[in-house]
């Protein structure tokens, strides 16, 4: 049961970090003003995954 907790802990903290990281991407390429392209769609794309995954993490008290 201790694997499967450190497991979802990895998961928690990985989404997390990749969340951080694809919004600080899609911020870079605002900037330059490249929020048609294909990059920063495909990363609008894993941020909403991992915003919902984030949100369900919520519902079940896993996330502060």
Do not use: H
Not at 6 to 23: N, P, S, V
Not at 25 to 52: H, P, S
């Amino acid at each position: 049961m201790e694997e499967r907790l450190r497991a979802f802990e990895k998961m928690l903290r990985d989404i997390q970090a990749r969340y951080a990281d694809t919004t600080d991407k899609m911020a870079r390429l605002k900037r330059q003003g490249k929020e048609k392209t294909v990059t920063y769609r495909q990363l609008m794309g894993t941020r909403l995954t991992d915003r919902n995954i984030l949100a369900i993490y919520r519902v079940y008290g896993l996330l502060d």
